[in-house]
C-alpha cells in the first residue's frame, strides 16, 4: 500500500553544494525513490546548479529560485509541485535520509486516514539521537509532546494536511527579514494538532545531519541559539498557555544556575542567551540587537572542512 504513495521533496538551500550533494545522494538512494524533487536555490551562484545537473538522471529534479528565507523557499517549492503527491518532505539542505526513510514514512501514513505528519529522528554528529520515545515504537504526539519531539528536517507532510493548514509562515525561520529564525515547523504542526489532525512519530525514520553546528563555547552557535530562542519564544506564545511558558522558562534559566554552579561558565553564557531569546520572542521586545550571522557568511561554521570539531546538535529552525 505505501508503494502507492508518491512521496515529494521540498529542498530550500543557500551556498551549501557539498552538503546539497550528500542529500540528492541519499534521495537517489531510497528504496522507495522520490516521485518529485523541487530545489529552490537562495544562493545564486552556479555552484548549487551544478550540484542539481549531476542528479538529474537519477532524481525527477526541478530547480527554482526564491528570495531568501527557508519558510519562503519551502512554501515556493510547495507551490511549484506538481499536484499528484501524497506527501512532500522539506529536508534541511545539510541532512542525508537513511535508504529506507522514504519507504518508512509511507508505510506509517498507510496505517491511519488521518495522519497528517509522520515525524522521525535526526541523528547527529558523534551519534547523538534528537529523539527517544520509550518503548522505541510509533507514538501519536499531542500538543505538549510535540514540542520535544519533532524536527522539522524529518518531517514529512501529507497532502491534505498542508491543503487544510497552510503552509509555513514566512515571518518564522531562518533567513525572514524578522528577529524570529526558527521554529516556522513547530508552529506549522501546531497548527494542524488544533485542526485534529494526528501527529505521529515513527523512531524507524532516521534522518542524519551532516553538517558542524557548533559547541556552546563558540560564540556564532550562542548568537544563532539567541536567535533560534527568539522564533521559538514567538511560538509558544502563539500556542502555550502562560503555565507551561513559565516552566520552559524555569527550567531553562535552572540550567543557567546549574552550568554556574559546576564552573562551566560558556554553557551558562549559552543557557542564558536561549532565556533571553525566549523572553525576547514571548514579549516581542528585543533587549538588545545581536546581529544574526547571514547563512553564507556563516559557512564556516557549518562546513566540517573548514573545522575539525564536530558537535553534538544545535537547535533547529
Known sequence: MSAQLHVACVIATIGRPVHLDTLLRSLADQTQPPTQVIVVDQSHTTDTATVIDTYRDRLPLRRITSDRGASLGRNTGL?????DYDIVAFPDDDVRLAPDALANAAAAFATGDHIGVVSGAVIFPGGYRSHRIA?????VLNKATVRTNTIEASCFFSAKFLRSVGGFDETLGVG???PWQSTAGLDLLLRGVRRG????????ILVYETGYNGTPEDHLYRVKCRHYARG??????RHYGPGTVALILGRQAGGVVYFLLTG?????AWCLQQVIGLVEGLTGRLLNEVKAPEPLEARRFYDTSARSTTGTGAPHE
Not at 507551490?79 to 499536484?83: I, V
Open 79 to 83: 507551490a511549484a509541485l506538481d499536484p
Open 135 to 139: 518503548g522505541g515504537h510509533r507514538t
Open 176 to 178: 525572514n527579514p524578522t
Open 197 to 204: 489532525w494526528t501527529v505521529l512519530f515513527d523512531p524507524a
Open 232 to 237: 521559538t519564544g514567538r511560538v509558544y506564545r
Open 264 to 268: 562551566r561558565g560558556r554553557r551558562a
